[in-house]
């Protein structure tokens, strides 16, 4: 069964220091990866996603994450933190049976301090 | 502008009674999905449809009923079943392909009086 391990449930940076979230999964097949971001009282919103192209994948707001199948982690990160990226992150892996699922870690708060 | 309308925004349920969550799409999208969160637990699913008049149970489907009798519209039924209904409840759609998106709405925040 896939699942997905999000490796601190709080993280707290500086305003311009680097962010980084971490995220690991277990997959019995190749996997489609996404990260998503929530702020209070939301839905969800695509930050990126992996689909087996470029192991380096560029998303919105300045983020990216980077796919190493050999510690199959999906880590997240930004160089340089912003007060507005303070929010909940969630990583999420598809169901490899094509039904759309996704199976969403447990989440990691990103506070930003000044 | 197309996405998904969850509504109402905040619910409040009454011991014993049911409760139905409202999730409309217009994106045309065939795959519609329920979630339910809670504080450091993530996101659970709870039901899902991958087309009109048919739906499977998710991870945490007991004490909830579903129905997909519109593409646009997959409402969510609180049963009195669910002993432990407070949490925030997130509807998402996508097309039909593993490696596509969720579109989320904005939620609905269910509480017991």
């Known amino acids: 069964a896939q699942s997905v391990t999000q490796l601190g449930s709080h993280v707290s940076v500086s305003e311009g220091a680097l962010v980084l979230l971490r995220c690991n999964y277990s997959s019995s097949v190749p996997p489609y990866l996404f990260w998503y971001v929530q702020y209070p009282n939301q839905g969800l919103q695509l930050l990126l996603k992996?689909?087996?192209?470029?192991?380096l994948v560029k998303g919105i707001n300045g983020f990216e994450a980077e796919f190493k199948k050999s510690e199959t982690s999906f880590h997240l990160t930004k160089p340089s933190a912003h007060m507005s990226d303070a929010a909940e992150y969630f990583c999420a892996v598809s169901d490899p049976g094509n039904t759309g699922k996704l199976i969403f870690g447990q989440g990691t708060t990103l506070q930003v301090k000044p | 502008d197309g996405g998904i309308t969850q509504s109402p925004k905040y619910l409040f349920r009454k011991e014993g009674q049911n409760v139905t969550l409202s999730c409309e799409q217009n994106l045309n999208h065939d795959a519609m999905y329920w979630y339910r969160q809670d504080p450091g637990q993530g996101l659970r699913l709870i039901y899902y449809?991958?087309?009109?008049?048919?739906?499977q149970k998710g991870d945490i489907a007991e004490g909830y009923s579903v129905s997909r009798e519109k593409k646009e519209s997959f409402p969510l039924t609180v049963t009195s079943a669910q002993k432990n209904p407070t949490a925030f409840y997130l509807c998402a759609s996508r097309r039909q392909s593993s490696n596509e998106k969720l579109f989320f709405g904005s939620g609905t925040q269910l509480s017991v009086l």
């Open positions: 992996y689909t087996s192209a470029a192991t």
């Open positions: 449809s991958q087309i009109v008049n048919d739906f």
